[in-house]
């Protein structure tokens, strides 16, 4: 059965940072690449950024570009996003996904329960 887990989230000012965590149990043969994705009140989701397993290949957004940055530790099957100089825009709920890379994000096979990001004074 496949899991993901994220962890993380909470409140930050604008120009904060934080980190979230998603940990994969049970994807890992199924899927080659890890992300996030997110969801703004009213809005549809949207992709954020993605890792490929293997070879660390990355896809961000264009708007999270320069901001954010994406890793994993494969012996720990997990994935952390890095924010940093956030936005209020950056405001929504995370979502930690498996699946694989396409050529400017990465599907979402498999997803998490989601984390919530608020940017705000």
């Known amino acids: 059965q496949v899991q993901l887990v994220e962890s993380g989230g909470g409140l930050v000012q604008p120009g904060g940072s934080l980190r979230l965590s998603c940990a994969d149990s049970?994807?890992?043969?199924?899927?080659?690449?890890m992300g996030w994705f997110r969801q703004a009140p009213g809005k549809e989701r949207e992709f954020v950024a993605a890792?490929?397993?293997?070879?660390?290949?990355?896809r961000f957004a264009d708007s999270v570009k320069g901001r954010f940055t994406i890793s994993r530790d494969n012996a720990k099957s997990t994935v952390y996003l890095q924010m940093s100089a956030l936005k209020a825009e950056d405001t929504g709920v995370y979502y930690c996904?498996?699946?694989?890379?396409?050529?400017?994000?990465?599907?979402?096979?498999?997803w998490g329960q989601g984390t919530q990001v608020t940017v705000s004074s």
């Open positions: 890792i490929s397993r293997r070879l660390g290949i990355t």
């Open positions: 996904a498996a699946g694989r890379l396409t050529s400017a994000a990465m599907t979402g096979d498999y």
């Open positions: 049970g994807s890992t043969f199924s899927t080659s690449a």
